[in-house]
Structure formats: C-alpha cells, structure tokens
C-alpha cells in the first residue's frame, strides 16, 4: 500500500531564504507527482507535476525534482517571500496509468515566511 | 478559462440528514474526482468518475455516493449524516488522454454536521 510522507510538518524561515521541502513516498511504481499549494480554507493550487520519466520541472522560483528508484521528491523554493506561507502538500498517481487519476497525497508541510 | 467549481461553499447540517455536493469541471475534461479533507486524516480518495462512470472507489462506507451527468458536471451524496463527516470536501478535473495528466482542483465544499 502506497504511503506518502512529508517531512517536516511545519517550517519557519525569515524572508528571502531559499527552502527545500521532502516527500517520500513507499511504492517507487508511480505514475506522475505532483506539488500543491494550499491556503488556509482554501482549494489546492497545483503547482508543479512531474512525470515518472522525468527528473525535475521548474516553475519560477519553484524547483521540483524526482528520484523514482529512492521514492523521493523535493521542492525547492528560492528567496522565499511572506506570500508563500500555505501548506505544501505532495501526491502521487501510482502507476496503472490511465486507469484511474487517484492520488495519494502527503500530510503536508505548513510553511511560515516571517517578513 | 474557468476552473473547477464547487456548490455550495459551505453547508451545515444535523446527524442524521443527507447532503448532496456538486462540482462542475473545468470545459473539456470527463474525469472527476472527489476527496474529503479533515485534519486527522489528511487528503482522503473518495471516488473517481469518467464518463459517468465510476472508475474508483476509496475506503469509505456505502453513505457516501456519487454520479456524473453527460456534460460531466459530478454530484456527491452522503446519507444519514455523521459528526465525523464534518470535513472540506474537495473535487479534481483531469483532461482525458495519455497519463499524467495535471489535476485541477475546485475551492472546495466545508460540510458541517452538528
């Protein structure tokens, strides 16, 4: 059964430094994963997804990488700023493909950027 | 180009009651997910749908029902309502085709049960 960690639960940094965040996920047979974002009370915002073929997607200041055979992924955020602050969460599609999108999701970082 | 929404944003109801969610797709995508969000559990897979079918189902009991309608448009049911069914409940649209596809997810629904 696929588990999705993430590491640390929470996390607090002063403004402008540059951050990593940890996923580790049990099952190395996934399909794609996928970072998201999420304000307090709010939907997920999808920032970033990375196939299973690849090894890192870049958004911005937003960095994303994949080591299948290990069962991690880290997302790296440059200059962090206030508006950053929200819970980072990681999910996984296993790897029967097209079956089926069901993700599996982590138990999220909740990050703080002090100004 | 719009993205997932949800209705009603929020709701409250009594045990006992049943409650009917609704999640509209982003144009042009068939499959719609739904997962139920509470901070014990985390992110919970509830089911998925495609083209008005359910294509997965999560690990919760038969309370918790769902259809999709051929413009895609997903509803979720749930019966005889329960104070640990108190959660956001939140629907993903994916666009068919080759895998890995990204998902897009609606601002949710908070459901309280008093």
């Known amino acids: 059964k696929q588990e999705v960690t993430q590491i640390p639960a929470a996390l607090s940094v002063p403004e402008g430094e540059n951050l990593v965040l940890n996923c580790s996920f049990t099952?190395?047979?996934?399909?794609?994963l996928q970072w998201f974002r999420q304000d307090p009370g709010k939907g997920l915002t999808s920032l970033l997804l990375?196939?299973?073929?690849?090894r890192e997607q870049t958004s911005g200041r937003l960095n994303a990488s994949l080591d299948k055979s290990s069962g991690r992924s880290t997302l790296y955020i440059a200059a962090s700023q206030p508006g950053d602050s929200a819970t980072y969460l990681c999910?996984?599609?296993?790897?029967?493909?097209?079956?089926?999108?069901?993700?599996?999701f982590g138990t999220g970082t909740l990050l703080a950027v002090q100004p | 180009k719009a993205g997932v929404t949800q209705t009603p944003r929020y709701l409250i109801k009594t045990r006992g009651q049943q409650v009917t969610l609704s999640c509209s797709p982003i144009?042009?995508?068939?499959?719609v997910s739904w997962y139920q969000q509470t901070p014990g559990q985390g992110l919970q897979f509830l089911f998925e749908?495609?083209?008005?079918?359910?294509?997965n189902k999560g690990n919760f009991p038969g309370r918790f029902s769902g259809r999709q309608f051929s413009n895609s448009r997903s509803e979720m049911n749930v019966s005889t309502l329960e104070l640990g069914d108190s959660a956001l409940y939140l629907c993903?649209?994916?666009?068919?085709?080759?895998?890995?596809?990204?998902?897009?997810f609606g601002p949710g629904t908070r459901l309280t049960v008093l």
């Open positions: 999910a996984v599609k296993e790897g029967y493909g097209g079956a089926t999108n069901k993700l599996i």
């Open positions: 993903a649209s994916t666009k068919p085709g080759q895998g890995g596809n990204e998902q897009f």
């Open positions: 099952d190395s047979a996934i399909y794609n």
């Open positions: 749908y495609f083209s008005e079918t359910q294509r």
């Open positions: 144009s042009g995508h068939r499959s």
């Open positions: 990375i196939q299973s073929s690849q």
